[in-house]
């Protein structure tokens, strides 16, 4: 088996080649109007930088569970914020953190209880942070998907209304069938696993030296908590839009239910 240093090695011409397709992402969100050139390049800038930080404070927390457990901490005010800029541009608003931590606190917690989860930082950081990504993704696919449709069909939430919906239950009939594709990405991730891609968690193994079949086990789990995950994010997000829990405040539109229950 080949070392892990061949695979991908950290040399200037790495550095380079990276910088380099960087360009590429910027040039062609300017030139096909995405309009997300400058982001692009503020990810890739924030992505090095957070990169370098993240990989030193981590060295000096592995070993130490009560730091670790303050990092976990700050991934989920992190996460929680990002939900709440990209969902209802306020990131003071907490109702996108719900989600979030409603669908992997639980799952963290019963991992840890089963003894699946060591309590060593080297372990509970990246698993946490798998979950807690893949619970902020879910949130604001399922957040903005769900505000679009009530903000661009609030004509047939009058109407249902009319018909004796109640708020929540008009806003849902509108907003779940769009809302609820924001499961589809982690569905088409977990169905193509070893035909499309091989996950991080999968080849980290097998370059650890670890089995086929244990690397093969160890992402399966992954992938099943992550599903697991990310449909309770989706569902919880979308009751929170229907019950009005969540709005855009930049343009003060969107459904916010009367009764708010």
């Known amino acids: 088996m080949e070392n892990a240093t061949t695979l991908l090695p950290v040399t200037p011409t ?41 990989s030193f404070v981590i060295t000096h927390v592995v070993d130490r569970l ?7 901490v700050m991934m ?14 306020n990131r003071r608003l907490f109702w996108p953190a719900v989600p979030i931590v409603t669908a992997t606190a639980p799952t963290l917690v019963l991992l840890w209880a089963t ?7 080297i372990v509970l950081i990246p698993i946490a942070g798998i979950l807690i990504g893949g619970a902020m993704t879910a949130t604001v696919l399922a957040g903005r998907r769900a505000l679009e449709e009530l903000a661009q069909r609030h004509g047939e939430v009058e109407a249902a209304l009319t018909l004796g919906f109640s708020d929540r239950d008009a806003a849902m009939e509108i907003c779940r069938p769009t809302a609820a594709g ?12 070893g035909l499309v891609t091989l996950p991080g968690a999968f080849v980290g ?17 992954v992938l099943v908590a992550l599903l697991q995950v990310q ?4 569902a919880l997000t979308i009751e929170l839009a229907a019950r009005g829990r969540l709005a855009r405040t930049q343009s003060g539109q969107g459904h916010k239910g009367g009764s708010g229950t």
């Open 14 to 54: 790495l550095g380079i080649v990276t910088v380099l397709l960087l360009v590429v992402a910027m040039a062609v969100a300017g030139v096909a109007r995405l309009g997300h050139g400058r982001a692009v390049v503020v990810a890739g800038l924030r992505a090095t930088a957070q990169l370098l930080a993240v």
């Open 66 to 72: 009560g730091f670790a457990g303050l990092f976990v």
């Open 76 to 89: 989920y005010t992190v996460a929680a914020l990002t939900a709440a800029g990209r969902v209802t541009a």
């Open 115 to 121: 003894g699946l989860l060591p309590a060593e930082g």
């Open 182 to 193: 924001a499961l589809i990405p982690a569905l088409d991730q977990t169905r193509t696993v």
């Open 205 to 221: 193994m097998l370059l650890g030296g670890a089995t086929p079949l244990q690397a093969g086990a160890v992402q399966l789990f």
């Open 231 to 234: 449909a309770v994010a989706v």
